[in-house]
């Protein structure tokens, strides 16, 4: 299959503007042909860095990363806006891009003036455009509106012409970046629709996407792009899952920095230590300004010293998959001899949903001594929470909840699953199916 895109050591540099930098005269960039060239290392911003790739004719190719990680860079330079500062690109055929919302449109002019205007752009002849001019009308859904001036269009509408008169100019290769995330739904599923009728002409799709899910569903091979350089190109799903668990590695250890942030903000505004539960009380209000993202109350008559969590291997970390071995880890520290105490932990959802708790008195402990410092463990051998962003609570308290103390969201984690699903409950489960029903696939470990 021949290709409709190639990349070979593909590589542009930014010129860093920032004061203190070297300006490039206009003698200099005419004399060396660049803007860049002849710049030390530090004076350049790599956006893409020895980048090869190709893409079928035909197909459906998917590129994504986190913001600034090139993607948009990328695509420019397909378009041919931007000129590669390294390697080289070969585009096959005619492109339509919708890289920049409303680019190319002008504000005080009409929306009709701006499609035949935008057409020429794009390659088409005026006879052409107006063949073609109410196919485009009636697929943005803007007939009221296309005598109005496009200043007063919303960002949806801007997307809703765009679209319509790229995906009219008949090109051979489109490109889309994110723009479609800006229309409403119905639209969006009509824009779907139309590519895979183009891809099933045999046309070509580049598609910039945060939209992972779209991205399985959409595309035949992937690319994900991180700091300008390929980390993985594959199929869809592989790559989208990898992208996630390094998303997840990434936000967990956010997630640690800000706990020992905490814990250092604690320690440093804690008093001296003394046995006094009154003198240690007066030390919680100094404690609490300097850490106010934990919710904390208690009398400190036990404390809670340090949290974490652990893998089922024991090592300290803040990003799990659903079904992952959990272990919950407190250090507690009693000021003095107690005789009624329960230790209890709390999972919660950000938006404050209570997805799962319990303590020593639920699960059947009676208390008898807790004196000095010890450690409590929750050893959860599967954890099948959703997708998603968590907290923790801690505490330790009176059988007949008098606090002792007391913490909110003294923990936060992310979860991530190897299945869909929606909720924040993951329960081991499979499908069975009985009488005449098939399917194309059928996932190992089920049953038809």
Known sequence: MSYAIEARGLGKDYRRMAAGYKLRTLKSALLERSLTQGLRQDELIPAVRDLSFTVDRGEAFAVIGSNGSGKSTLLKMVAGILKPTAGEIKVKGRVAALIELGAGFHPEISGRENVFING?????????????????????????????????????????????????????????????????????????????????????????????????????RCLWLDAGVERLTGNPRRVADAYRRAVAESEGREHQAAKEHRESAVQTASAPEIDSVADSADGEEAQESEAAEVLRWGTREAEVVTARMLSGDGTERYNFVSGDDVVFEIRVKARKRLHDFVFGVGIFTFRGLECWGTNTTLAGFESEVLSGEVTVRVVCPELRLGPGEYSLDVAVHGRDGYAYDYQRRILSFTMTAREQGVGVYFPRHEWEFEGDVKWSTVPSGHSE
């Open 120 to 220: 020429a752009v794009l390659g088409l002849s005026r006879r052409e455009i107006e063949r073609r001019y109410d196919e485009i009308v009636e697929f943005s859904g803007l007939a009221k509106f296309m005598d109005e001036p496009v200043k007063n269009y919303s960002s949806g509408m801007y997307v809703r012409l765009g679209f319509s008169v790229a995906i009219h100019t008949d090109p051979d290769i489109l490109l889309v970046d994110e723009v479609l995330a800006v229309g409403d739904e119905a639209f969006a599923h009509r824009c779907i629709r139309r590519i895979e009728e183009f891809l099933a002409r045999g046309r070509t799709v580049l598609l910039v996407s945060h939209s992972l899910g779209l991205v399985e569903e959409f595309a035949d």
